[in-house]
């Protein structure tokens, strides 16, 4: 279920959006209490909106296919990632913007010890 509010709706749909809004908001701060939590995910309610919640490993997978692509077209891959590119797939994913995070969150020390072998083991380049 994905509502969002906007300036043009009508009072009621308005009034849930913000309702929604405000569930969410509690939501990410840890404040919804774990009924109301499970009731909303019970008639579909997405925890974020405008974000398509794609797994750390379809994007690693998408990342080894651009690598691969670069290999077969250039003759190597020089372990970086154009930060705008998306993928060919429907529906495309930012794998620009994914390896942008994965380079921050390497610099903070947050990515997992996993995830930067995979990443190192096809070349990333930090």
Do not use: F
Not at 37 to 42: A, G, I, N, V, Y
Not at 52 to 76: D, F, K, Q
Request: with cysteine; charged share 30%; hydrophobic share 30%.
């Amino acid at each position: 279920c994905r509502i969002k509010g906007s300036a043009d709706e009508d009072g009621e749909e308005k009034n849930l959006g913000r309702w929604i809004s405000y569930q969410r908001a509690r939501y990410k701060r840890g404040k919804l209490r774990k009924d109301r939590e499970m009731e909303l995910e019970l008639i579909g309610l997405q925890w974020s909106v405008g974000v398509r919640n794609i797994s750390w490993p379809s994007m690693y997978e998408s990342l080894v296919e651009y690598a691969h692509a670069c290999v077969t077209t250039y003759g190597y891959w020089d372990g970086s990632v154009k930060a705008c590119y998306h993928t060919d797939h429907y529906p495309s994913k930012a794998l620009g913007a994914w390896i942008y995070r994965q380079r921050m969150a390497y610099r903070k020390n947050t990515l997992a010890p996993t995830h930067v072998e995979k990443l190192e083991s096809i070349g990333l380049k930090w």
